[in-house]
């Protein structure tokens, strides 16, 4: 029995962690296991990965050290989380997957896709989400909402021109994926938001015979 895995995508103040909320409770109200889960963390091990990427300001890490870590704590994800979860037959949400290190690593960091590709292949070149929903805000919208609520994480403290660089990485990976990543426009209210993120997630649940 196979699960389903649909990975929500974005940069800061996109909403991912309010879509994927509302994403998991209508599917768990059609009677669908569901595991919510984020990158970096997790795991027991991403999560202490994740505060040395986002929280520890004494720990500097290089481009490529970054990118490395991303894909330590993604390694580990997949085994203790995300395959089980999907070998049970349960629906995987996943805040961030590796389409974020191309738009984050490869394009913000400037460090190109071939790099990001490598790791990809090592880590996971048989498993790709079955979904991938990208939520698009301009980078001067994402960013008041992120100052608004609340302290700023070591990325969200990055220039306008590296969440340029991030923005743009994140469409091209799109263009290059269409039959995968879905462009949904993050600017409009919340509600509007994810009435679209649900009504593409659960025509592909559809698809795959999960009634919703």
């Keep these: 029995m196979s699960g389903l895995f649909i990975t929500v995508e974005g940069s800061e103040g996109s909403g991912k962690s309010t879509g994927c909320a509302h994403l998991q ?65 349960d629906i995987v949400l996943c805040d961030r997957f590796t389409e974020a290190s191309y738009a984050y690593q490869g394009a913000g960091r400037e460090l190109g896709n071939e790099a990001v590709r490598v790791l990809e292949q090592l880590v996971h070149s048989e498993r790709q989400p079955d979904l991938t929903l990208l939520l698009d805000v301009s ?25 340029e660089r991030v923005r743009s990485g994140y469409l091209e990976r799109a263009r290059a994926h269409p039959e ?22 659960a025509e592909l649940a559809t698809a795959r015979g999960l009634a919703c």
Excluded at 186 to 200: A, K, N
């Design 25 to 89: 409770s209508r599917f768990e109200q059609c009677g669908h296991r569901v595991v919510l889960t984020r990158e970096p963390g997790g795991t027991r091990l991403g999560e202490v990965l994740r505060d040395i990427v986002l929280t520890r300001d004494d720990l500097a890490c290089t481009a490529m050290s970054e990118l490395l870590i991303v894909f330590a704590a993604r390694a580990q994800h997949l085994a203790d989380v995300i395959e089980p979860a999907l070998a049970r037959g």
């Design 139 to 163: 980078p001067e919208i994402g960013l008041a909402r992120a100052k608004s609520a609340g302290r700023l994480d070591k990325i969200e403290r990055e220039s306008m021109a590296f969440f």
């Design 180 to 201: 995968r990543i879905r462009v949904i426009d993050g600017g409009p209210e919340p509600s509007e938001v994810q009435r679209v993120l649900w009504s593409t997630a």
